[in-house]
Every structure is written in C-alpha cells, then in structure tokens.
C-alpha cells in the first residue's frame, strides 16, 4: 500500500465525515473558483443570480455562504483561505478570480474564458498541482463579452486564444503546487515562467484572508497582523498560525492589509470601510491609500513585483503553520511528497496502460480532487435573512427552493465543475463517486451517504437536485452509484450499503407516490437531467397534460433493480434479514416491466420506446425522436437469487406471473434453459425490463454509425434526423429536433439543450455496465452484430470494450498526434507548453470528439478514470463481487 493510501485510510465515521477524518484532510482545495452569480449569493427579489452578484462586484463585495480564488486552499469549514493574485501593469484590476460569461452573455449559455489546469492532486492533498496561462497584454474582459454577445447559437464562441493576446507568446505560464510537511504545515510554491520574447513585468500576490462570517452575526473580525516580515494570526479552532513569505529576487515582499468588507462606497455610493475588500487591487494598480498602515485585517497579500527576462522562471514560496513549529527543509518536504504521489499514481495505473492514458487518467484523478469544494447553504437562513443584515425581499418567501427550509449544508463535497457547476448535483455526484472510489472510497462513500442525510434529503423523501431548483427531478442513480462504490472499495463495507439502502427506501417510495401520476407505474418528472433532448420543455407542460416518459420509466425500472440487489447483497452476506425487501423490489419491477410492455410507449414500427403525451381530453401521441430517452428502458436489469426466485414462486405475486408468462414455473425451468446460472444453491438470474427481441433491435438502432455510434462514443440523438428532423404536430404545438453534434442552437431550459447529438459521458458508461453485466451471464452464447451493417459479430463485452476504448480515445493522441477532445485548436493540439494538459469537458462533438461546454467537468466525465482501469482489468466487475456475495463463494 502506497504511503497515500495509509494516509486517507482512517477517514473518520461517515455521519460526520470530514470533522472526524484524518487530520490530513484539514486544509485542501475547498476553495470555489467562482461563487459570484451562484444561487447562495443571490439576495435579489427576482432570482436572477448572475446579475445580483456579478463578476464586476466580486472584487468588492464580501460574500455570504463562501469564498473563491486561484489556486485556492482553505481549511474544512472554510475559515482561512490561501490563494493567489496577479497583475500584469495593464489590467484594470487584480487578477484574482477566472473569468467567464454569465449565462445571459454566452452565445451557448455560461461560459469560462481562461486557461486554467489542475495537474496533480492526491486525496489528501498533500500534493497538489495547478497551472495557468495569463496574458500579458491587457486581459480583453470587454472584447469577450461584446463579440460573444454579438454572436448567436449558430456562431462558434469566441475565446480567449481568438483575440490575440497570446500571440507571440506574449504570456505568462503560473504553476502553484501545495506540500503538506505535516496536517497543519502547508508550503505554496509560485512559479512564474516568461513565455514570451521580451522582459516583462509581473506582480505576484499571495493573499491569505478570513471568510466574513462576522457581518452576518454582528460580532468581531478576525484579525491578520504582520510581525515583522511574517502574518501572524489567533483562530479558536484553527489555533495560532504565522504566514511566512519567503524572500523574492530582490528580497522579502511587502504585506499589504485590508478588510473582507464590501466596498460600499464604490458599489451603492454610500460610507463603508476605510480597507475594504478591494482595497489591496486599489492600492497596488492606483497607488489608493486603502491598505492599512497599521498592517492588520482580515485580508492580506503579500506582494512580490518582479521584472523577468524572456524564458526565464521565478520561483516564489511561501509557507503557513502553527506558531512555533519544528522547521523541516522546504525542499525535502516538496520532493518527498511529489514521490508519494508518483508511488500513488503508479499503483493506481493498469500496467498495461500506456504513457499517454497515465498521463490522462493522473490529470483526470486530479480534476476529481481539486473539485472537492466547502459548501454552505442554509435554506432557511437564505431566505429568513441574518439577524445583522437588512430583511430578503418578501417575493423570496415564494420563490426558489422555498419549499426546501429543511435543506442545511456546511460541508466538503465533489463539484460537477469548478467554475460553470461550483455547487453540487445529484445525478451528477453519482456518477463522480464512481470516479472517485478508485482513489477516495472513503470519501465517495460519504458523498452518497451526506445525500441522503436528514438535513439534505427532503422530510418528504426527495432528494435535492441543485441548488437552482432543488425541487427538479433528476434520474435516480444512487443505488446504482452505491453499489458501485461498494465493489469497488472491495464489497466489505456492509454498514455503509446498508445506511444508504434506508435513506433511498423513502426517496424510492418518493418517487412511486409523486412521480407515478395516475398509478399505471408509468412514470414522469421532467427533463430527467437530459436537458431537454426532446422537441418540448418536459419540465414546464401545460395544466393537465401528462407526459409518460420512457427514461424516467426505465430509470425506475433500474432503481427497483438495483434496491433488489442491494437487499439481496445485505440478506446472503448475514448483514440483516432482506429476503422481504428483495421480493418488494421484484415485484417493483415485474410492475414496471408489465406496464412497459403493455404501455403505448413501444413504437414497434421504429423499434424504439418513446414518451407519450396526453391531454385532458385523452388525446394522445408519441414524441418520435430517435435519442437516449428511447435506450434507457434497456439499461435496466438485475441479478435475483436462487433463493429470492424460489421465494417468489412460494408467494405466487406479480413476480411470479411475469416468471410464468416466459414460460417460467419454477426455477427448475431456468436451469433447463440455462438462465439460471452459478454452482448448486448459489445460482443467479439476470432479469431485464425490456425483453430479449426488443433489446436486439434497440441495439441495432444504437451501434449504427450512421445513427449514434461514433468514434468517440453513441451520441445523445441519432444523427439521422441530421437530414431526417424529428417533427412534433400535435395539439398546436409544432417543433422540431434537428441533431446537433455540437452546441445547441435553441434556448429552452436556460439554453443548455445541449443532448440532441454530442456525447455524453455518463450514459455511455451506463451502457457499458449494461452490456458487461448481460455478458456476465449470457457470455459469449449471445453476439450481435457490431457495428450494424458492417457484417462483424461480438460478444457483449467486446462491445463494451471498443465502446470503452472510443471514449477514452477522446483525450489521448492519435496517428497524427492530435487528441480528439482539442478540436481545431491549433495551440492546444501542438505547442508543447498546452498539448498535454488536458480539459475534461461536459460533453463532446458527435461526429469529431472536440470538447464542448464547461471545460473542467471532471464530475461526470471523471468517469473516464472508470474506463481506463476497466479497460486494464485493474479492477473487477461489480457483477462480480455482487455474485460473489450472493452465492457465499
């Protein structure tokens, strides 16, 4: 076991997570890299976020729930936060936060327009890595958001490599990397490197600063105070601490202090702090007398103005400690930690990976970390208001996630993305768990079992969705995601399976009671996280009408499978009697599978399952459109145990009829037909929600190339209605679905319909499961023709496998030295100081693989780390373990 390993191993109990895990987890990347524009700042009457706290005042306006920076480290509850600032003598103000687009002046919605990668990170951050690339010229924030807002949904985005301030080389490469000498011994190291052709200019500014807790309370700051040429600082938890800045090319730098205050002055034109919080960019870019001269505040930096030649790299450090601790050497510590992390990242590589998918799988482990964010949002005190501040608008009282008062989170949790997502998701934690149990199954372990928490989970029984509507309705994963981690942490932790199995008993009853309109367990709920894949906002349909979704339908089918299998899991390995709950379940999903089949939701003309809407007045149609929505219904199945099949039999219910109708009597008649499978006693069966022949030509519709099989993975709506557009005609409304490789070109749902063509990550790897999990019964007994036409056949893992090598093709280099994932980029794809840090993107090009939307989406497509030890075989399958643990073998 690497020394990482022994490290995080004694994360603490899981009801209370961080503040009881190893001491190596006190200070980490928690810090966001953007809480302007997020729902928790917003204060304003009618819930436009972006525009009530807008990057313009982030310099300037202290925040409520959280802080942000570059580079950022802070302790577990976020009190005292390390970050980094910069100046290039042209900007207008400090360089202290990533910049990007609010949603309203993207041509495709939010957008980040920097440069920015993390590197290397181990899980108890005790190594981290960050780079950046920061212009010399004058950052173009107006040139950015002008074009941008020129263009349309059918424009390309204009970046930041397309206004020229990087030509000539004219930039500035800034690697920052953390060393912990110990848990509370945390060494910064800033390195500065002259990209271009001439000496330039460049300020540096560490800045260690206080959360501003005390305005809301109305009590006393905490206080920073130079002593001598260190910062010196007393906190009730945290204890005595001292900053010291080591010395830069002409010596030590000058400590600059001010307030964490608004400035109200220049934000509303009246009084407020002598130092507020932009008082240090004042005073550096305008020489403003707004630092104090007494040297204390909340916030500090230490300034470092340095003059580099052309090529040249500074290296700066900096170190933050208990007072008085033992000295260790700087160097040894750096190096000593940066060979963990080589030890970690070796043993977790397949050896049989090769330089470049270690190289991806390292940098995509570290985007997985770097993302474990602080998070603290108080329902009820968000819209209550704070006992020192002035009272929310009433209109609040009505309005977002008003009826969730119950939700309460303070805690470290596993962002979607940094910047564009820097608050959690349900749907998508789950799929980040499943990335993050091959490094920190402690910690992904957690992240399920906090969903589900009390001050979380709805007293109703749903779960939160995020935090721009905790009330929408995402596809219900999490006893997938569970099961997952539980294999992969090696199928021994019972209590966790357990706690998380109770907590989604009542989400799963949540859904049936809520979900379920009219009873005939054919199911709705919206978007479903798809975005809107089809011609309708599914979200927001008219009084009366009702829309029966094959996804949602199938995620349920799935969700009942999954529970089957966790109780089945928890009764045969001596946890607690389950046998009931396994029966509960199947007879959950021979409903949904009964419903299914004689639904209206099977075109058998197409060979797809497809929504149904109806109206009032029982006018119905189908909304034909060839995308995922149709292939979820497929993914659902689960492994039965001899003994609960035996069971069902005895108690003759709805389970038992779905056996009889294919034939089935008892469970004699499987083994006839070789479906039951396994050694006497321990025998299994794998059950599906849709049957075989339906399956069959479903698969044929999905591995066409000329529907959604791509080079880099099946794409999120067939491209077939490229020339063949999907037409809705019904009731008055008549919409369209093109497909759509890359962004979306339409605006519904906040103009992120970004699921009709490019590649998705998550469902992708849902599909591989699916097919690994049917080939672990059926073998290599079934083989489909793969792709269809081309007249080659396959097993099911074999499609899996190329399915697997597709997706992760999309980041490493081909023939041509190019990776898919950089698109057109010409930088990205050749000059050696961008070709090899990799963006892991929300989504990528259908037909080319180029990386789309958000650029630091290590949430989902994390997953990669997932398919590159699968596709090794470092790890088993979780059919596997569950089998192993079902049959006692």
């Known amino acids: 076991m690497s020394t990482e390993r022994e490290r995080v191993a004694g994360f603490g109990r899981l009801d209370l997570g961080l503040r009881q895990a190893s001491d190596w987890y006190l200070w980490g990347p928690y810090l966001a890299e953007r809480q302007w524009g997020t729902v928790r700042e917003d204060y304003s009457a009618d819930g436009q976020a972006w525009t009530h706290l807008p990057h313009d005042h982030a310099r300037s306006r202290a925040y409520r729930w959280g802080e942000d920076g570059l580079a950022g480290f802070s302790d577990v509850e976020q009190r005292l936060c390390l970050g980094l600032a910069?100046?290039?003598?042209?900007?207008?103000?400090?360089?202290?936060?990533?910049?990007?687009?609010?949603?309203?002046?993207?041509?495709?919605?939010?957008?980040?327009?920097?440069?920015?990668?993390?590197?290397?990170?181990?899980?108890?951050?005790?190594?981290?890595?960050?780079?950046?690339?920061?212009?010399?010229?004058?950052?173009?924030?107006?040139?950015?958001?002008?074009?941008?807002?020129?263009?349309?949904?059918?424009?390309?985005?204009?970046?930041?490599?397309?206004?020229?301030?990087?030509?000539?080389?004219?930039?500035?490469?800034?690697?920052?990397?953390?060393?912990?000498?110990?848990?509370?011994?945390?060494?910064?190291?800033?390195?500065?490197?002259?990209?271009?052709?001439?000496?330039?200019?460049?300020?540096?500014?560490?800045?260690?600063?206080?959360?501003?807790?005390?305005?809301?309370?109305?009590?006393?700051?905490?206080?920073?105070?130079?002593?001598?040429?260190?910062?010196?600082?007393?906190?009730?938890?945290?204890?005595?601490?001292?900053?010291?800045?080591?010395?830069?090319?002409?010596?030590?730098?000058?400590?600059?202090?001010?307030?964490?205050?608004?400035?109200?002055?220049?934000?509303?034109?009246?009084?407020?702090?002598?130092?507020?919080?932009?008082?240090?960019?004042?005073?550096?870019?305008?020489?403003?007398?707004?630092?104090?001269?007494?040297?204390?505040?909340?916030?500090?930096?230490?300034?470092?103005?340095?003059?580099?030649?052309?090529?040249?790299t500074v290296e700066l450090r900096l170190r933050l400690r208990p007072t008085g601790a033992e000295p260790t050497d700087f160097d040894d510590v750096r190096r000593a930690r940066k060979a963990e992390a080589d030890e970690f990242h070796a043993e977790l590589t397949p050896g049989a990976a090769s330089d470049d998918e270690a190289a991806v799988l390292r940098q995509a482990v570290a985007g997985l970390l770097w993302s474990k964010q602080f998070y603290a949002y108080d329902v009820a005190r968000w819209l209550d208001g704070d006992p020192a501040q002035p009272p929310p608008p009433l209109e609040r009282h009505g309005g977002r996630n008003a009826r969730w008062r119950t939700f309460q989170a303070f805690d470290v949790m596993s962002m979607p993305d940094t910047w564009e997502y820097p608050w959690f998701?349900?749907?998508?934690?789950?799929?980040?768990?499943?990335?993050?149990?091959?490094?920190?199954?402690?910690?992904?372990?957690?992240?399920?079992?906090?969903?589900?928490?009390?001050?979380?989970?709805?007293?109703?029984?749903?779960?939160?969705?995020?935090?721009?509507?905790?009330?929408?309705?995402?596809?219900?994963?999490?006893?997938?995601?569970?099961?997952?981690?539980?294999?992969?942490?090696?199928?021994?932790?019972?209590?966790?399976?357990?706690?998380?199995?109770?907590?989604?008993?009542?989400?799963?009853?949540?859904?049936?009671?809520?979900?379920?309109?009219?009873?005939?367990?054919?199911?709705?709920?919206?978007?479903?996280?798809?975005?809107?894949?089809?011609?309708?906002?599914?979200?927001?349909?008219?009084?009366?009408?009702?829309?029966?979704?094959?996804?949602?339908?199938?995620?349920?089918?799935?969700?009942?499978?999954?529970?089957?299998?966790?109780?089945?899991?928890?009764?045969?390995?001596?946890?607690?009697?389950?046998l009931d709950l396994v029966q509960k379940f199947l007879e959950h999903f021979a409903q949904i599978r009964e419903a299914l089949d004689g639904a209206e939701l099977w075109d058998e003309e197409t060979g797809l399952f497809h929504d149904r809407l109806t109206l009032p007045d029982g006018r119905s149609a189908w909304i034909q459109v060839r995308s995922m929505v149709s292939m979820i219904p497929m993914l659902a199945g689960g492994v039965v145990s001899e003994e609960a099949l035996g069971q069902s039999v005895a108690v003759g219910k709805r389970f038992a009829r779905f056996l009889a109708r294919r034939g089935v009597a008892d469970p004699g008649d499987l083994l006839d037909t070789g479906r039951l499978r396994g050694d006497a006693g321990h025998r299994s069966l794998l059950v599906g929600v849709v049957s075989v022949e339906r399956a069959q030509r479903m698969l044929q519709i999905l591995f066409d190339e000329s529907e959604f099989l791509s080079p880099h993975g099946l794409r999120s709506l067939s491209a077939r209605h490229r020339d063949q557009p999907a037409v809705l005609d019904f009731a008055g409304i008549r919409a369209n679905v093109d497909y759509e490789p890359a962004e979306s070109t339409i605006g519904m749902f906040g103009g992120n319909s970004n699921w009709r063509g490019p590649v998705w990550f998550p469902v992708n790897h849902l599909i591989v499961s699916a097919l690994e999990r049917y080939h672990r019964f059926y073998g290599d007994d079934v083989r489909i023709e793969y792709p269809t036409g081309s007249g080659h056949t396959a097993t099911l893992d074999e499609v899996a496998a190329d399915l697997r090598g597709r997706l992760v093709a999309t980041f490493l280099r081909g023939p041509d030295g190019s990776r898919p994932c950089f698109g057109g980029t010409t930088r990205l794809q050749t000059d050696p100081r961008w070709r090899d840090n990799i963006l892991f993107h929300e989504y990528f090009h259908g037909d080319n693989g180029a990386g789309l939307g958000a650029t630091h989406q290590t949430g989902w497509t994390g997953l990669v780390v997932d398919l590159i030890r699968r596709r090794h075989r470092a790890v088993p399958s979780t059919a596997d373990v569950v089998q192993r643990l079902i049959s006692g073998s």
């Open 86 to 312: 910069l100046w290039n003598e042209r900007d207008p103000i400090l360089k202290e936060r990533i910049y990007g687009l609010t949603g309203a002046e993207g041509n495709h919605g939010e957008d980040a327009k920097e440069y920015w990668w993390f590197l290397d990170a181990l899980p108890s951050h005790a190594w981290n890595r960050w780079r950046y690339h920061y212009p010399q010229a004058a950052f173009p924030y107006e040139d950015l958001r002008a074009t941008n807002g020129a263009r349309g949904r059918h424009d390309p985005e204009y970046e930041l490599l397309d206004t020229g301030v990087f030509d000539g080389d004219r930039y500035w490469v800034v690697e920052v990397d953390y060393a912990k000498a110990d848990p509370t011994d945390l060494l910064m190291t800033v390195r500065v490197t002259n990209a271009g052709p001439d000496e330039a200019p460049l300020h540096v500014l560490p800045q260690l600063w206080y959360r501003n807790t005390w305005s809301w309370r109305g009590r006393d700051p905490e206080v920073l105070a130079a002593d001598g040429t260190a910062v010196r600082t007393t906190h009730p938890f945290l204890g005595e601490l001292q900053l010291l800045p080591g010395d830069g090319p002409d010596g030590p730098p000058q400590l600059l202090f001010c307030d964490n205050e608004t400035n109200t002055q220049r934000l509303y034109g009246t009084k407020g702090p002598q130092y507020p919080k932009d008082g240090i960019g004042d005073h550096v870019i305008h020489g403003a007398d707004s630092v104090n001269p007494e040297r204390r505040g909340s916030r500090c930096a230490a300034w470092y103005r340095l003059s580099v030649p052309a090529g040249d």
């Open 425 to 578: 998701a349900a749907w998508d934690l789950a799929f980040q768990c499943v990335a993050l149990a091959h490094v920190d199954p402690a910690f992904a372990k957690y992240q399920l079992s906090l969903l589900c928490r009390e001050w979380f989970q709805h007293p109703n029984g749903a779960l939160p969705a995020y935090e721009w509507d905790f009330g929408d309705v995402n596809p219900p994963v999490q006893a997938w995601a569970a099961l997952e981690v539980f294999a992969l942490d090696g199928g021994t932790d019972l209590d966790f399976l357990s706690r998380v199995f109770d907590k989604l008993l009542v989400n799963f009853t949540w859904w049936i009671n809520r979900q379920d309109t009219d009873g005939d367990t054919l199911f709705g709920g919206g978007f479903m996280g798809l975005d809107n894949i089809g011609p309708i906002d599914r979200s927001h349909l008219p009084p009366g009408w009702v829309l029966e979704q094959a996804d949602s339908t199938g995620w349920m089918a799935s969700y009942a499978a999954a529970m089957a299998t966790i109780a089945a899991v928890l009764d045969r390995s001596g946890s607690r009697p389950a």
